[in-house]
């Protein structure tokens, strides 16, 4: 008798520390939060991809101007990754990239977000693709395509927005 009224005081200690609320709040049970379903729009299988593409470009040195130089400029990397991970047309200059997607906070940025900068005077003049914890790939003048931090200071003070491309309503394909 005594393990049974043992065994079922143990079974009501497992289902009240299994209740969906705090316990020792002092407001009371929270009352329940809806869930919003969220479309994915990409699997992780398409990002690890994203993310093969991107690895392509590392080292690769940077093309100024003139159209005699081998490489490519910040522009052309990113017009090129999209177009070869799910062949979305970008704008060919920055300005105009700037002006595709979706505006995104600072505080938001996802992986494939394009991320812009003033680098010469007033006018968005630079252009990476967000890899994750606060880094972002683009073409540079010295090194070629690398990887930076947006918290460097170079980089803090010349961030001007972000751009999202990666949604199924913003993406303009040749499909």
């Not at 394009?114 to 073409?139: D, N, Q």
């Given at each position: 008798?005594?393990?049974?009224?043992?065994?079922?005081?143990?079974?009501?200690?497992?289902?009240?520390?299994?209740?969906?609320?705090?316990?020792?709040?002092?407001?009371?049970?929270?009352?329940?939060?809806?869930?919003?379903?969220?479309?994915?729009?990409?699997?992780?299988?398409?990002?690890?991809?994203?993310?093969?593409?991107?690895?392509?470009?590392?080292?690769?040195?940077?093309?100024?101007?003139?159209?005699?130089?081998?490489?490519?400029?910040?522009?052309?990397?990113?017009?090129?990754?999209?177009?070869?991970?799910?062949?979305?047309?970008?704008?060919?200059?920055?300005?105009?990239q700037y002006k595709e997607?979706?505006?995104?906070?600072?505080?938001?940025?996802?992986?494939?977000?394009?991320?812009?900068?003033?680098?010469?005077?007033?006018?968005?003049?630079?252009?990476?693709?967000?890899?994750?914890?606060?880094?972002?790939?683009?073409?540079?003048?010295?090194?070629?395509?690398?990887?930076?931090?947006?918290?460097?200071?170079?980089?803090?003070?010349?961030?001007?927005g972000a751009r999202r491309?990666?949604?199924?309503?913003?993406?303009?394909?040749?499909?």
């Amino acid at each position: 008798m005594k393990r049974r009224l043992f065994g079922c005081l143990i079974l009501m200690l497992v289902a009240v520390g299994c209740t969906p609320y705090a316990r020792y709040s002092k407001y009371g049970p929270e009352a329940a939060r809806e869930i919003q379903p969220t479309q994915a729009t990409y699997t992780t299988d398409d990002y690890i991809r994203l993310g093969l593409i991107l690895r392509e470009y590392l080292g690769k040195p940077y093309r100024g101007k003139s159209r005699y130089q081998q490489g490519l400029d910040c522009s052309e990397f990113t017009y090129d990754v999209f177009r070869k991970f799910n062949r979305t047309i970008l704008p060919r200059t920055v300005a105009d990239q700037y002006k595709e997607g979706r505006e995104v906070r600072r505080t938001q940025l996802a992986y494939g977000d394009l991320v812009f900068f003033r680098t010469e005077r007033r006018k968005v003049s630079h252009v990476g693709i967000y890899v994750g914890h606060s880094e972002f790939m683009h073409a540079t003048n010295s090194r070629g395509v690398i990887i930076n931090n947006l918290t460097e200071k170079y980089w803090a003070e010349r961030y001007v927005g972000a751009r999202r491309i990666l949604d199924k309503e913003t993406i303009k394909t040749s499909r």
